[in-house]
């Protein structure tokens, strides 16, 4: 059993920052990739940041220069800076880990989500 688990998330004014943090627990035996992932209404889920075991990064475009991924794999922490925040970044903001479970098998697992609002 793996459970990932956010939080941080918020109300906050435009020009603002959150940090959010998401943390893994259970029956982990190692961490690959670990990314945010966010769904506005109506929209369909997108990828905002992914971060590798050896912390390589990617971005969307929309949020390149004002968002940073970032984990801690002592943790099983995988944390998303956000600044400079716009009204479009309103949305659920969900976790993602491929969780390595056993020598050979690994799972996507997600987190509950969070709710990020921002107010123009």
């Known amino acids: 059993q793996v459970q990932l688990v956010e939080s941080g998330g918020g109300l906050v004014q435009a020009g603002g920052s959150l940090r959010l943090s998401c943390a893994a627990s259970g029956s982990i035996f190692s961490i690959n990739a670990m990314g945010w992932y966010r769904q506005a209404p109506g929209k369909q889920r997108e990828l905002v940041a992914a971060?590798?075991?050896?912390?390589?990064?990617n971005y969307a475009d929309s949020v390149k220069g004002r968002f940073t991924i970032s984990r801690d794999n002592a943790k099983n922490t995988v944390y998303l800076q956000m600044n400079s925040l716009k009204p479009e970044d309103t949305a659920v903001y969900y976790c993602m880990g491929v969780v390595v479970v056993t020598t050979f098998q690994e799972y996507d697992y997600w987190g509950q989500g969070t709710q990020v609002t921002v107010s123009s």
């Open positions: 971060i590798t075991s050896g912390g390589s990064t």
